[in-house]
């Protein structure tokens, strides 16, 4: 009968052995799984062109009657909840800084639009500056104590705001004027 007991107690170790490994191989496996398929986080505040720095969309209207007639202003309407705002800056605005040689995050001030985005309420866009879609770059000036708005680059699904949008939209604006003939390097003849 001893005998029967160790057989038996021999037997149940290792099918509880083997179950524990088996348990333990799949749950490593899941943990790999996850740690190999989750999205990667972007963390925003570290990684946007300038939203350290970025204007109150609340205080914007008396900032920029504030600096008087004279004084064009270049914003961009952003928010750091929205990939295509992050997209603009991260990429169309960096890569536009490295082809025109300019420091864009001197002249192009962005506006913090994340809490109208939030509240649902980006419907004021339109009201208090003509733009209907963004992110979306602003050009404007003070004339008579109001704000005149020059023109607009706004984001659309469709084509989104490219590296030559915001060159063309510098040079319509008079701050870039591109590669002049002069620049540009013929190759001889072969």
Not at 81 to 88: A, L, P
Not at 146 to 153: A, C, H, K, P, R
């Amino acid at each position: 009968m001893a005998f029967d007991i160790i057989t038996w107690v021999k037997k149940m170790s290792k099918r509880i052995l083997i179950s524990l490994m088996t348990v333990m191989v799949i749950y490593s496996a899941v943990v790999i799984g996850i740690k190999l398929f989750e999205p990667d986080q972007v963390n925003t505040d570290d990684t946007s062109f300038q939203h350290a720095s970025a204007l109150d969309y609340e205080t914007l209207r008396d900032y920029t009657i504030s600096s008087g007639a004279g004084v064009t202003h270049f914003y961009l309407f952003s928010s750091v909840d929205n990939t295509d705002c992050i997209y603009v800056e991260n990429t169309v605005l960096k890569n536009a800084e490295t082809s025109t040689g300019m420091n864009l995050d001197d002249l192009i001030e962005i506006v913090d639009i994340t809490e109208l985005e939030r509240t649902l309420t980006t419907n004021r866009l339109r009201a208090d500056w003509g733009v209907l879609s963004y992110p979306a770059f602003v050009a404007c000036h003070v004339e008579y104590g109001g704000i005149v708005v020059d023109n607009t680059l706004e984001w659309n699904p469709a084509q989104p705001i490219s590296t030559d949008d915001v060159e063309r939209w510098l040079k319509l604006n008079g701050v870039y004027e591109g590669y002049s003939g002069a620049e540009i390097i013929e190759t001889p003849p072969a």
